[in-house]
């Protein structure tokens, strides 16, 4: 087993993914991606390692120029010890200044969301999160949405 990753095996998935939120692509129209890392602890790691994370009620928060995660859970690692870490407690975020600033400046002027969307490894084994500036859809914008995915669904099928 002589992989440049040392024989790290990925996934079910196969492309590194730990978790999706699904719902905030529903919830919410994303405008822009971005890649952020994450300061975890090691006990954090080998959880996400066992493909165990929720980010569905998370967010993400700006406080003295810096951007954490808050909210999302990663449960404790079954096999720590007395250092494990708290499920749920808020993550900094490691971006770019610039790419912060960007973030920043949107939530507070334009009135967007700054939403995680999902958590996976990268090619070097290092914790990676996709996170959208995103603006909230109402309730018909999201019925409406639905109704368009429906249809294409149908004219594919017909087409075929």
Partial sequence: MSS???????NSAGDGTITENRRARRDFEVV???EAGLVLQGTEVKSLRQ???NLAHSYASFENGQGFLVNADIP????GNRHNHKPTQPRKLLMHRRELNRLMASVQRDGMTVVPL????NEQGRVKLLIGLARGRKKADRRENEK???WQRQKARLMK
């Fill in 51 to 53: 493909g165990q994370a």
């Fill in 76 to 79: 404790e690692y079954s096999a």
């Fill in 148 to 150: 368009k995915r429906d």
């Fill in 4 to 10: 440049k990753h040392g024989g790290r095996k990925k």
């Fill in 32 to 34: 822009d991606t971005f």
């Fill in 118 to 121: 999902k958590l996976y490894f």
